[in-house]
């Protein structure tokens, strides 16, 4: 049985977007994040190491780790492998949702339109990424998608920063709010996980009402 993604991420409110090009980051990071309050982080697969890192990740212990920028279907498979608990992509494809649903992995599919919305209804998803969410609309455009669609929640990512992101907390089919603004690359190139820690701590401070 495939866990529902709205469960994982109701609690997180957050989830931070990682691109990680170094395997050594992977538990420094995990434990800024963690000690920050954060629950569950997305590991993209955008550098030749992501697999190692979300492995790494998902080993800590101390966050659900799931695999993001997932297009096919056989990266889904290697993301479980090394130990995705779900999978995000930024669109809708259904042959990956077929395979997470093969899996029993829950998939967070993006959508920028209400097509897109309709098709990923079609195929049992209801807990969406808007993708992306700034650039396309921002919270207008959420507002115009959440009201036809009322059993649909969001997980805006895309744009999206500390100077933005109560704008989107305070919508109510907002589930989580997704973005790499706690993981700035300099900060991950300098190691400078405080930096991280403080980041993320500010967002989970602002995430709870
Ligand atoms: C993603 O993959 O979800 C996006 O790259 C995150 O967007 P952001 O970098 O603007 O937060």
Redesign the pocket.
């Known amino acids: 049985m495939t866990a529902d993604i709205a469960d994982l991420l109701r609690g997180a409110r957050i989830l931070p ?1 990682l691109t990680v090009p170094e395997t050594a980051s992977a538990l420094p990071l995990a434990d800024a994040l963690a000690e920050a309050g954060v629950s569950c982080a997305e590991v ?1 697969l955008r550098t030749p190491q992501a697999l190692d890192v979300l492995e790494a990740m998902a080993a800590h212990g101390g966050l659900t780790v799931g695999a ?2 997932v297009i096919t279907p056989r990266q889904a498979e290697r993301a479980v492998a090394a130990g995705a608990a779900f999978v ?1 992509c ?1 669109g809708l494809d259904t042959e990956v949702i077929a395979t997470c649903h093969e899996l029993g992995v829950p998939v967070l599919p993006g959508i920028a339109t209400a097509t897109e919305l309709m098709r990923a209804l079609s195929v049992g998803i209801n807990t969406v ?1 808007l ?2 969410a700034e650039q396309i609309g921002g919270t207008a455009l959420l507002r115009a998608l959440a009201a036809p669609f009322p059993q649909v929640r969001f997980v805006p ?4 920063g500390a100077d933005n992101a109560d704008d989107y907390f305070a919508e109510p089919s907002v589930l989580a709010v ?4 706690l993981t700035p690359a300099q900060a991950l190139a300098r190691g400078d996980y405080q930096c991280i820690r403080d980041l993320a701590s500010q967002a989970v401070q602002r995430s709870t009402p």
């Open positions: 977007v993209t993001g920028t995000v930024p990424k993708f992306p990512t895309g744009g999206i997704g973005g790499s603004w």
